[in-house]
């Protein structure tokens, strides 16, 4: 069924972080991002929903709350593809470390959760390559509703409203991103992503990452002075 | 490979267009339109590429020649997903006759020809039902040209410049539609499309078309009074 390319052969190296919201990845990844670059490596930063050319669309139909779970998935799609082809790709092979906000599991795991067929949401993905190495950040959702949540009410697709779980949206945030952790957890095998207890402190986590960094580095024979 | 639900459950029927610029397909599907509804049926015409959402993020990104094939592909499943779940699936649901100017064999026949590759892009589409009659019209990419280039030049896409085929415009939409032309051709047999001379004249055409669906409206138990 799957049909991902395993590896790149680009000369860069590609990292990326994983994890619902509240789960620290993104503080995470830019102590790291920071540290790589105080280190005088060649190293960029991109996120999820950041290609310009259909942030506005789906922020639209966010405001509307009209798409399906089908058209959903689709635009993330578009908006993963073309950060792939004019964002990644091209730093992965001018040899940067690209550091990746969440990567296609992203989708993976909400598209599933929002009763997308787990087989063909796998193809679709099957373009892109698997990363070098992948974090996923562990965080029960109700540990990350309390650090996200703290003074708002969860937005609506955050809290998978369109999905009818719940009118409440505190508790529709719950099942909802019980089902999101159910399929990350289902993907740490699947994809072998190194799990990151949330609940950890901030310098441990990171002290860990740059371990790991570190490692795949000297695999890879790129030079990084510790 | 192929997972399109053959057949779809709705009280309504889906009849398609399809062929390359210049092939007559929107004419006949126009006056098959006008012709049914002076028949008193519930009918609704959708075209290509309509979906509001995203109707301007493909034009801007058209505008800007920066689309690589597969975020070319995945913006038109997006538009198509949307006029789907929002347009034709509530339209067969009430038990209209939707007319469809293009379905996903124009993506299928662009995408591949475009080098996207023919399994992924029909797993893809997967999740659309086939119509219950489709017909393609046959036209040499000669005679496309002459009909609507006759006194402008070809657009960058529509002469699959991004595909640097050739310098010259002319060139390049010759080549290129001849790839999509091969693409459809395929589909005839593998989708059950019935092919139409683009050459014959519009009363012949239009009176074999309206023949075609009166077969399919009296097999449906539909009535309509010829």
């Known amino acids: 069924m799957l049909n991902f390319s ?3 052969n ?3 190296l590609l990292i990326c972080v994983e994890g619902i919201d509240g789960s620290g990845k993104s503080t995470q990844i830019e102590l790291l991002h920071s540290w790589l670059q105080s280190k005088g490596m060649d190293v960029i930063l991109t996120q999820w929903n950041s290609s310009e050319l259909i942030a506005n669309t789906t922020k639209k139909a966010k405001k509307k709350n009209l798409l399906s779970g089908r058209t959903f998935s689709l635009l993330h799609a578009v908006d993963f593809a073309d950060r792939l082809e ?9 040899g940067f470390i690209v550091l990746a906000d969440r990567y296609f599991y992203t ?7 929002r009763g997308v067929d787990p087989t063909w949401v796998r193809n679709m993905y099957s373009f892109a390559m698997e990363p070098d190495m992948t974090f996923y950040f562990d965080v029960s959702s109700k540990d990350s509703l309390e650090r996200i949540c703290a003074n708002r009410e969860p937005k609506y697709y955050e809290a998978g409203m369109d999905m009818k779980l ?3 949206p505190y508790k529709s945030y719950i099942l909802f991103q019980n089902r999101i952790i159910e399929q ?5 095998d699947e994809f072998d992503l190194i799990r990151i207890d949330a609940l950890d402190s901030i310098h441990s986590k990171q002290a860990f990452i740059r371990e790991k960094v570190v490692e795949l580095l000297n695999k890879n024979k790129i030079k990084i002075e510790v």
Do not use: C, W
């Open 10 to 12: 680009y000369k860069g």
């Open 86 to 94: 004019r964002t990644i790709k091209p730093a992965l092979k001018a």
């Open 184 to 188: 990350y957890r289902q993907m740490i």
């Open 166 to 168: 719940s009118n409440n």
């Open 6 to 8: 395993k590896k790149h």
């Open 107 to 113: 989708a993976l795991a909400r598209d599933v959760a």
